[in-house]
């Protein structure tokens, strides 16, 4: 059952691993996805309003080339004339640009050609007059007015300056179509340490906070900021507060949700699995008693049957006949087979439950394979079969059990005389390779079919089923002789022949 709490654990940990990395993954897409968002609207913005502002310097460039005359005018005329010239202009900048907000004429050296009574051209627009007329040149900035927050644009004349101011408000619409869901684009001046002077909801004034310079937070806010070309402004995109923590949390959820339905799953798996397991236990305990017991039960009365039977077959209880001898040899034969078998099924309980004891020591390994040949010797001849020993590795010495390799010779030597041809010479060569040492038995019988190759180690499994097999057996031995080897840490493998079969095992030399 550990076995499976502990498989369990390991799904449930790649499971883990993997869902951590889908959610890690899923958020940088996230971050992406908006950073290239950030990127595109900064750039659009920037280009829109960049283009805006110098399609104004344009439009006011040559609406004072066409009305040069009345500004020249009004520099030069008196009070009486000035007041219908300034009402003309004052017209017809109206007319031209129906959102202007305010507009002065002056000198070339700045100074105002008429006083602004009404208060709408303030210090800042005086101030950039100033740099203008001496630079011809000039970016516009946002100027806070307590009616209307506006942007100014200049044109120079001779001997003049034409100045209009703008609705700062023109410029809104581009911000709010620009602008995306969890984003803010902004307009802003860097030089006023980063102070905010557009937004998708208008001017700064419009904006619900005591101060309108970019905060700490928002700094680390920022996603993509561009210059605007022709302004003193940068087209900024900052991100709402908790974007990307709003996201970091919902994947955390659905991530702790899809593991925990994945190891609710996991849990009964393991719950259904340790059931079926104790059911297997308990079936398997059942079979291994009821094995042992049959066997054990078996092996009294046949060791009687047999004792008998070799009393009879002694003559102890007298002359038999010929026919009585007969009968009671097959009778012999048939029990020890039975022991064989019982003998087998025990062997085999034992492997599986890990019990099967060995006495390992060290033995020269031809001294065996002699022993193991003399004892299958009778054996051999019964099936016409003769046993012989080709030695190349005289005294070479291992580490084993020696009952239990003679076990394993004895199957391999048993199986050679059973399935081997008629009148067969069955040849057990001994051969040494580096610090390893090989037994092969070949026989040159009919070999082993090919639909029985891949399991013939494994339990019950016998090479011929048939009724003409020469002598019957368990189909249990190659399987005990496998684990038997494995367990000195050797290999039993086979070689079928071209006239024949060779079983053949390695198990390492002492030197």
């Excluded at 899923?26 to 913005?45: E, K, M, N």
Aim: hydrophobic content about 40%; glycine content about 6%.
């Amino acid at each position: 059952m550990k076995k499976y709490s502990t498989f369990v654990l390991i799904v449930l940990t790649l499971a883990g691993l993997v869902i951590v990395w889908l959610g890690y993954t899923r958020h940088q897409d996230f971050v992406h996805y908006h950073q290239t968002i950030a990127d595109d609207a900064v750039t659009g913005l920037s280009h829109q309003v960049s283009r805006f502002v110098k399609e104004r310097n344009r439009l006011v460039r040559v609406f004072s080339e066409d009305n040069a005359e009345t500004i020249r005018k009004i520099l030069q005329a008196t009070t009486e004339e000035k007041d219908a010239l300034i009402d003309k202009l004052q017209k017809e900048i109206s007319r031209y640009f129906p959102q202007h907000f305010a507009f002065t004429v002056t000198d070339e050296n700045g100074r105002p050609a008429f006083e602004d009574f009404d208060g709408l051209v303030g210090e800042l627009c005086e101030q950039d007059i100033q740099y203008f007329s001496s630079q011809h040149n000039y970016q516009p900035r946002i100027h806070p007015h307590s009616e209307v927050y506006h942007f100014d644009v200049m044109a120079h004349l001779k001997q003049a300056i034409l100045f209009i101011s703008f609705d700062a408000n023109m410029l809104t619409s581009m911000i709010a179509n620009a602008q995306v869901p969890g984003h803010q684009l902004m307009l802003v001046y860097p030089e006023g340490d980063n102070l905010i002077e557009v937004t998708a909801s208008g001017p700064r004034i419009n904006l619900d906070r005591l101060d309108y310079r970019l905060n700490e937070d928002e700094k680390r806010r920022i996603l993509s900021t561009e210059d605007v070309a022709g302004t003193s402004w940068q087209a900024m995109d900052v991100s709402i507060e908790n974007l990307f923590i709003n996201n970091q949390r919902n994947l955390v959820k659905q991530s702790l949700l899809i593991y925990l339905m994945f190891a609710i799953i996991c849990s009964i798996m393991l719950i259904y699995l340790r059931r079926e397991e104790r059911r297997r236990a308990i079936a398997e305990g059942h079979k291994d008693e009821f094995l042992s017991v049959v066997s054990h039960e078996l092996r009294t009365p046949l060791t009687s049957i047999r004792g008998s039977l070799g009393l009879i077959l002694g003559g102890v209880t007298g002359d038999i006949s010929d026919k009585t001898r007969e009968i009671a040899g097959i009778a012999m034969q048939n029990c020890e087979r039975l022991s064989t078998l019982v003998n087998d099924i025990l062997d085999l309980q034992k492997i599986e439950a890990g019990k099967l004891q060995y006495q390992m020591i060290n033995t020269e390994l031809d001294a065996l394979v002699e022993r193991a040949v003399a004892c299958n010797r009778d054996y051999g001849n019964q099936l016409g079969t003769v046993f012989e020993i080709h030695n190349q590795a005289p005294g070479a010495l291992i580490h084993a059990d020696e009952n239990r390799l003679i076990q394993v010779l004895t199957n391999l030597l048993s199986n050679a005389a059973k399935y081997g041809a008629d009148e067969d010479t069955v040849e057990i060569q001994i051969t040494r390779r580096a610090n390893h040492v090989r037994v092969s038995i070949t026989d040159h019988g009919d070999g082993i079919p090919g639909n029985l190759k891949e399991r013939i180690f494994d339990s019950f499994t016998q090479a011929d089923n048939s009724s003409s097999r020469k002598i019957a057996g368990t189909g249990l031995g190659l399987n005990i002789a496998k684990h038997i080897i494995e367990e000195h840490h050797g290999t039993l493998d086979f070689e079928s022949l071209d006239n024949g079969t060779c079983f053949y095992f390695e198990l390492a030399v002492i030197d």
